[in-house]
């Protein structure tokens, strides 16, 4: 096992803010990108399963998955902390942060927010590192009316 170096842990960090970018972005494409060929994403089913649940196994159908971005009017992801540790096979990781999720709603809109981390494994590869896996844990999850989003300055919100 090696340790980690300091450009290590920036690529790490730089790996987990482009993830969130790219989930902003819509771009699930690019989010599966970040993968190894046969990594796997697993995701919880909120609000019923807050624990990571259901696999998604190669980049094919990581990108099905995060899909499910699209019914989202916006969504902002932040990255607040992380913690990466050497492995024999690369490193793993914990990375902590909120997942903003604007959503539609008869009265408004509404932020539904993802208090959460991702338990996160790892695998340097030709082009830099990749996860080989990704496992998604809600903590709790908050909800709050939004009054003023930009499309209603822009004369087409509600």
Do not use: Q
Not at 25 to 33: F, K, M
Not at 63 to 68: E, M, Q, Y
Not at 120 to 137: H, K, L, M, P
Not at 140 to 151: D, F, G, L, M, Y
């Amino acid at each position: 096992m090696t340790g980690l170096g300091a450009a290590d842990l920036t690529a790490l960090r730089a790996l987990s803010e482009t993830y969130a970018a790219a989930a902003d972005d819509r771009d699930a494409a690019a989010i599966g990108a970040l993968f190894v060929p046969d990594g796997v994403l697993v995701v919880p089913e909120p609000p019923a399963h807050l624990d990571p649940h259901v696999p998604h196994v190669g980049r094919a159908a990581v990108v099905a998955a995060l899909g499910a971005l699209a019914g989202t009017l916006a969504t902002t992801h932040v990255v607040a902390g992380a913690r990466y540790l050497p492995t024999s096979t690369g490193a793993r990781g914990r990375v902590r942060g909120t997942a903003h999720h604007l959503l539609p709603g008869r009265d408004g809109p509404s932020d539904v927010v993802w208090f959460l981390h991702y338990d996160d494994e790892y695998a340097r590869t030709g082009e830099g590192w990749a996860f080989t896996r990704r496992a998604v844990t809600v903590n709790w999850i908050e909800r709050h009316r939004v009054s003023v989003t930009r499309a209603d300055e822009e004369g087409t919100g509600r």
